[in-house]
């Protein structure tokens, strides 16, 4: 008689360490997922008032309340399972819920307490439509093809050199003159042979002379 006193008192011991360590694990949680989850700590050995913690009570619950249909099946069958995880559940305003519940059994096999946590995603819903609105585009093309760099310095004059003579499958000082003129009057029509400086880096790559890069201009003007 005195052993199985013995055994009773142990295991009750062991009983309240799991849920006294649950309770930490509980508020931990709860800190961490702040304000989208509820963390609920059910004591399986009272059923009528198993919520021996709740933080972040979305439910509307409170310490004292009874435990949920899982939390019986739990009790009923100890073959349940321990952990039952991402499972669709709702909040008894209608709200939509992710749920995971944890069941944690003692020494012996029986299962003591269950920890569950439950998600508000109607607020992650909301931002999720939010962040689509913020990233939608319209897949039509704009009247001009616009790319996002700065257009005013002498890199993007030699880029659009280079660019031009690959293009040609040539080097930019191999061009022949008609090429040349096409690239000169494309680098005016683009607003690049405006830029200060333009015409000299111009006449550097091509090797020609400044004057032969007006040239190419006067002789597109007079038509």
Do not use: W
């Amino acid at each position: 008689m005195k052993k199985n006193e013995n055994i009773a008192q142990e295991t009750l011991t062991e009983n309240e360490l799991l849920l006294r360590e649950g309770k930490k694990i509980a508020k931990a949680l709860a800190e961490m997922f702040a304000p989208t989850c509820e963390v609920v700590l059910h004591d399986l050995t009272n059923p009528e008032h198993s919520v021996v913690a709740i933080e972040q009570p979305l439910s509307g619950r409170s310490v004292g309340d009874s435990t949920t249909e899982m939390g019986l099946a739990r009790i009923h069958d100890p073959n349940y399972p321990d952990v039952v995880q991402n499972y669709a559940n709702r909040f008894p305003d209608g709200r939509p819920a992710k749920s995971t519940s944890i069941g944690l059994r003692n020494g012996r096999g029986e299962f003591v307490a269950a920890l569950c946590l439950n998600m508000d995603v109607s607020l992650l819903d909301s931002v999720q439509r939010v962040l689509a609105q913020l990233t939608a585009v319209d897949n039509s093309e704009p009247p001009t093809h616009e790319t996002l760099r700065s257009r005013f310095g002498p890199h993007d004059v030699r880029r659009a050199i280079e660019d031009y003579s690959a293009a040609m499958s040539s080097q930019p000082r191999a061009l022949s003159p008609s090429q040349r003129k096409t690239l000169i009057r494309h680098l005016a029509t683009s607003g690049l042979l405006q830029l200060r400086g333009a015409a000299k880096i111009v006449a550097e790559e091509l090797g020609i002379s400044r004057a032969s890069v007006y040239n190419a201009l006067k002789g597109e003007s007079s038509r």
